[in-house]
C-alpha cells in the first residue's frame, strides 16, 4: 500500500525550530518529487515548497511566505522527506501535509507536477 | 506573480450540478488539478490534467480548462460531496506549485 506518515510535529516557542519528516512506504521514493503543504486554523491549503527526484536535479523550490526560514530535502535510502522550519513564528501554526509529486509530461514540450497521494499531516502549534 | 482565484463558496441542492471555477491568467495553457479535503481529512486528488479522474474517483465528478477558467462540475451532487475544493497548476517560469485559496461546497 502506498503511504506517507507525516511527524515530528509539537508545541514549539516563537523563533524556534522544528524538522517535520515524511516516512514514504509502498513505492520507490527516490523517483518523485516531494511536497509539503500547510492548513493553518480557518485558512486554505498552502504549498510550502518541494525537492524534485535526483534524476531532475533534487533540488528545492520554496513559497516566498517560507523561503529563507524553511528548507526541505530528502533521504532516499531511508525514503524520506524532510521539512526544517526555523525561526518559527505564530502564523506558522498550522497542519502540515506532505505529498507525492508526480512529473507528468505532454508530448507538446510541456511538463507539470500533481499531488496524487497525501499523509495524513502533523501538527505544529508555535506559541510565545 | 500568477494567482489562481476561486469562489470562496458554492451552494447546490442535492441531486443538482455543482460547478466550481479556478480563474487564472491563460489558464488554458497550463494543466488543472483539482483536490477535495473534508474536516479534519487529507487531501484528495480528484481531477488531474484539466479532466482525467483517478481510479476510485466517482464519474460525477469531470473537469475542463478553456481560457481563463477551469471548472470542476460534480454532477448529481451528493450530501458526501460536500467539502473543501482546490484547483492547482504549475507554473514552468518560476517552477513553484500554484494554488487557489479554496471553495467551500455546501450541499443544502
Known amino acids: 500500500e502506498v503511504q506517507l506518515v507525516e511527524s515530528g510535529g509539537g508545541l514549539v516557542q516563537t523563533g524556534r525550530s522544528l524538522r517535520l519528516s515524511c516516512t514514504a512506504s509502498?513505492?520507490?521514493?527516490?523517483?518523485?518529487?516531494m511536497s509539503w503543504f500547510r492548513r493553518a486554523p480557518e485558512k486554505g491549503l498552502e504549498w510550502v515548497g518541494f525537492i524534485r527526484s535526483k534524476t531532475y536535479g533534487g533540488t528545492a523550490e520554496y513559497a516566498a511566505s517560507v523561503k529563507g526560514r524553511f528548507t526541505i530535502s530528502r533521504d532516499d535510502s531511508k525514503s524520506i522527506a524532510y521539512l526544517q522550519l526555523n525561526s518559527l513564528k505564530a502564523e506558522d501554526t498550522a497542519v502540515y501535509y506532505c505529498?507525492?509529486?508526480?512529473?507528468?509530461?505532454?508530448?507538446?514540450?510541456?511538463?507539470?507536477?500533481?499531488?496524487?497521494?497525501w499523509g495524513n499531516g502533523t501538527t505544529v502549534t508555535v506559541s510565545s | 506573480s500568477y494567482e489562481l482565484i476561486q469562489p470562496p463558496s458554492v451552494s447546490v441542492s442535492p441531486g443538482q450540478t455543482a460547478s466550481i471555477t479556478c480563474s487564472g491568467d491563460?489558464?488554458?495553457?497550463?494543466?488543472v488539478c483539482w483536490y477535495q479535503q473534508k474536516p479534519g481529512q487529507s487531501p484528495v486528488l480528484v481531477i488531474y490534467q484539466d479532466s482525467r479522474r483517478p481510479s476510485g474517483i466517482p464519474e460525477r465528478f469531470s473537469g475542463s480548462n478553456s481560457g481563463n477558467t477551469a471548472t470542476l462540475t460534480i454532477s448529481g451532487t451528493q450530501a458526501m460531496d460536500e467539502s473543501d475544493y482546490y484547483c492547482?497548476?504549475?507554473?514552468?517560469?518560476?517552477?513553484?506549485?500554484?494554488f487557489g485559496g479554496g471553495t467551500k461546497l455546501t450541499v443544502l
Open positions: 509502498g513505492f520507490t521514493f527516490g523517483d518523485y518529487a
Open positions: 492547482q497548476a504549475w507554473d514552468i517560469s518560476t517552477a513553484h506549485i500554484l
Open positions: 505529498s507525492r509529486d508526480p512529473i507528468a509530461a505532454t508530448g507538446t514540450n510541456y511538463y507539470y507536477y500533481y499531488m496524487d497521494v
Open positions: 491563460k489558464l488554458r495553457n497550463k494543466f
